[in-house]
C-alpha cells in the first residue's frame, strides 16, 4: 500500500510540474520564465529550459537576462548534443554581442561544436576540413589563451583523420592494382603529410606500384617509367635503410635493370 501511495504522489508531482511549466511557457511573466528556465537548466532538462530562453531572448534581447539566456540557449544545444544548433547560436551570439567578456570560451565552442561534427575518417571530410580552419581561427584570434595546448592537440587528431582517409584511398588503389592512381595518390599524400607515421608505407607503396606501372607501360613510356622507379627506389632506401620493405623493393629494381638490359 505505501508504494502504491509513493508511486501516486510522484505521479501527481510530474504532472503539476509539467502543468506549471506548460502554464509558465504559454502566459507572460517573463520573470517567472527567467526563473524556471535558469531552474531547469540547472537541472540539465535542457530541452524544456531552450523553449524559455528563446521566449525570454525575444522579449528582450539587449537586457542582461536576454544576453544570459541567448548564451544558454547555445549552450542548451549543445548539451543534447545538437551540435549544429549549438553552432548556429554560438556564432550569432558573437554577433549580437560583441563586446561579452563570453566571447573567447564562445569562439572555442563554436570550433568545438565543428570538431563534434566531424565525421569517422571513411566519409567525406569536408565537415573536419572546416574544423580545422575553425580551430586555427580561434588559435590566431587568441593566441594566448589558456585553450592553445588543447587547440593543438583537436588540429593533431583532426589532421591524423585526414592522413588515414588519404591513406586508405591509396591503400585501395594499390589493392585494386591500379598502378597509376597508386603512384599518384601516394605523392599527393606525402607532399601533404611528409612526416606522416604512414610515410614510409606509402613510400613503400609509390615505389612497387611504379616498379609495376613501368613493367606494363608502352614502349614509348617504358624508360622514362623506369628511371623514374629507381629514384623512387633511391629515395625510399636513404630514408628508410632498415626498412623491411628494402629488400623486396630491391628485388624489384634488379628486375627491371634486368628488363632493361
Known sequence: MDKILISLFVSLFVLSSCSNYNQVVKEDDFAAKYEMANKLYDEKQYEKAIVL???IYQ??????EGELSYY???KSYFQVEDYY???YYYSAYMQRFPYSVKNEEVLFMVALCSVKNSPE???DQTE???AINNVQQFIDRYPQSYLIDSCNNIIDKLQFKLETKQYDQVKLYDKMENYKAAVAAGELFLEAHGKSTYSEEINYVVVKNSYFLSINSIDSKKSERIEQTNERFRTFATRYPESKYVKELNTYVDKLGENNN
Open 128 to 130: 573536419t576540413e572546416l
Open 53 to 55: 530562453y528563446e521566449q
Open 59 to 64: 522579449h528582450s534581447p539587449k537586457s542582461a
Open 72 to 74: 544558454r540557449l547555445a
Open 121 to 123: 575518417h571513411s566519409l
Open 85 to 87: 544548433m549549438a553552432q
